[in-house]
């Protein structure tokens, strides 16, 4: 008996009696596992399948539409020649030298920007490429299987875990078909520890910790018995929510870019000839777009480090500090590093979704200046 009490007491964590209320909490909460299971491997590839479509910026239909801007494109390039022969009729300062090169630079903007954006999309391509897939092969089975202990398995080895060299012995494919309210049948005559399944722990009058029989029901109904799976609910819910989550945003994070890169090549080729007294904002442009493919990069670099995280954390963490860490590796990841923001100048977190929509503004301000509108 002293064996049972002991072991009911080392192992209470898992040990988990079937009543009415866990049964249905229990089956409330595998269907919200199966559920978010289903969500990550529906999202897993989206990084990868994101990654591969960055091509909006050579959609012929883009381009077309580009093409119907040509008429404005050389109205905006006469603007920009009578403003500067304004400037040099008021003796502004204006280096012809400069000028002369900016000039050179928005016809090669026109002409060769496509092609640059082309050829440098390759690169990054192989690029990512050369680090590999980043969706790391089905992982929800996994962080469901690494989280579920099986008490059938627990007592084949009569409880010395140092035996165990997993938590249980189902196929990582057949880990979501088990039966998630199976009891203990303590009739089962290959059981080595029947004697504690037909026992819970309880504390006597005097306060010290007992065992005694479990509960019998009426005509059967109601009895108590040991559920077989000891499933760590949060873990798993909280790994699959934050998983997701930061596939998700991360796929939005490069699809923006992606987006953003078609833009740029539309912008350049309007503040190519806006810009020809300063060719600065060009400059700036072009500098955009390089980092831009070489931030979708980075996330594919940062991505696949994060997964090599997860899995260290599996291995050498788990409970609150697993969860903290993993929380922790998608905040860099949804975030974009910061190294990124230092080095580029560009925030690849979701906070520069303010950061451009205040550039956009300014930019204007800073063109409705230069051509004297709204000047008294």
């Known amino acids: 008996m002293n064996d049972v009490l002991s072991k009911l007491i080392k192992y209470n964590s898992i040990l988990h009696i079937d ?22 491997n529906a999202v897993q590839g989206l990084i990868d399948g994101v990654l591969k479509l960055n091509t909006f910026f050579e959609n012929p239909d883009l381009q077309s539409f580009i093409d119907e801007f040509r008429p404005i494109l050389y109205l905006i390039l006469a603007i920009s020649i009578i403003f500067l022969g304004y400037q040099l009729m008021l003796n502004r300062k204006q280096k012809f030298f400069n000028l002369f090169n900016n000039i050179v630079l928005a016809i090669c903007i026109i002409v060769f920007l496509p092609i640059f954006m082309i050829e440098l999309n390759k690169i990054v ?12 092969g089905p992982i929800a089975n996994k962080i469901v299987k690494d989280n579920i202990e099986d008490l059938l398995l627990y007592d084949s080895v009569n409880f010395d875990t140092t035996k165990l060299t997993d938590k249980n012995n189902i196929p990582v494919d057949y880990i979501m078909n088990i039966d998630i309210t199976e009891n203990i049948d303590t009739s089962f005559n290959k059981l080595n520890n029947s004697d504690l399944f037909k026992k819970k722990l309880t504390v006597d009058k005097d306060g010290n910790q007992i065992a005694v029989d479990l509960s019998k029901g009426f005509l059967g109904v109601g009895d108590e018995n040991y559920y077989r799976f000891s499933v760590n609910f949060f873990t798993i819910i909280i790994t699959l929510i934050v998983l997701s989550a930061t596939y998700i945003l991360s796929s939005i994070k490069i699809a923006r870019i992606i987006f953003e890169l078609a833009f740029y090549k539309f912008f350049a080729a309007i503040a190519a000839f806006a810009d020809l007294s300063g060719g600065q904002k060009v400059k700036e442009i072009v500098k955009t777009i390089v980092n831009s493919f070489l931030v979708i990069f980075m996330i594919s670099v940062v991505f696949k480090m994060y997964m090599i995280f997860t899995t260290w954390a599996v291995n050498n963490s788990s409970g609150l500090i697993y969860l903290i860490l ?27 979704s ?19 509108i709204g000047r008294k």
């Open 19 to 40: 009543n009415l209320f866990t049964w249905m909490m229990r089956n409330l909460g595998w269907a919200i596992v199966k559920l978010l299971c289903d969500l990550l």
């Open 354 to 372: 303010y950061k451009t929509v205040m550039g956009i503004y300014m930019g204007g301000k800073t063109a409705a200046s230069m051509f004297g």
């Open 326 to 352: 993993i929380i922790a590796g998608s905040f860099v990841v949804i975030d974009g590093p910061n190294i990124i923001e230092r080095i580029l100048g560009i925030d690849a977190g979701l906070r520069s």
């Open 125 to 136: 391509l192989l690029a990512v490429n050369s680090t590999g897939s980043v969706s790391n």
